[in-house]
């Protein structure tokens, strides 16, 4: 089954840390953009952090720049995101995306289920 699944949300104490996982399974992560999104209550959907296939650039929204790191571990087809100092600001429903690219053309956008992470005292 192709998919992303999603795991390691959930309730921190601000100044607290998690670590957001992003399995993929039937495909590869190679010859990919890979990057995680975050949405809040009656907010649009934003970026927090994207690697890019085509110059290996990292992206990472300026609110959360020197708090959090992506990577990937391929031989685990996986993607992490380490969240540390949260703050309540950080909290969201956060998603995986993969837009993967296939040998002789197309592309396919793929989302995560979604984690819940909520920063409270």
């Known amino acids: 089954q192709v998919q992303l699944v999603e795991s390691g949300g959930g309730l921190v104490q601000p100044g607290g840390s998690l670590r957001l996982s992003c399995a993929a399974s039937?495909?590869?992560?190679?010859?990919?953009?890979i990057g995680w999104f975050r949405q809040a209550p009656g907010k649009e959907r934003e970026a927090v952090s994207c690697f890019s296939r085509s110059d290996g650039s990292t992206y990472y929204a300026d609110s959360v720049k020197g708090r959090f790191t992506i990577s990937r571990d391929n031989a685990k087809n996986t993607i992490y995101l380490q969240m540390n100092s949260l703050k309540p600001e950080d909290t969201a429903v956060y998603y995986c995306?993969?837009?993967?690219?296939?040998?002789?053309?197309?592309?396919?956008?793929?989302w995560g289920q979604g984690t819940q992470v909520t920063v409270s005292s």
């Open positions: 995306n993969v837009v993967k690219f296939f040998v002789g053309g197309g592309l396919y956008d793929y």
């Open positions: 039937g495909f590869s992560l190679d010859n990919s953009h």
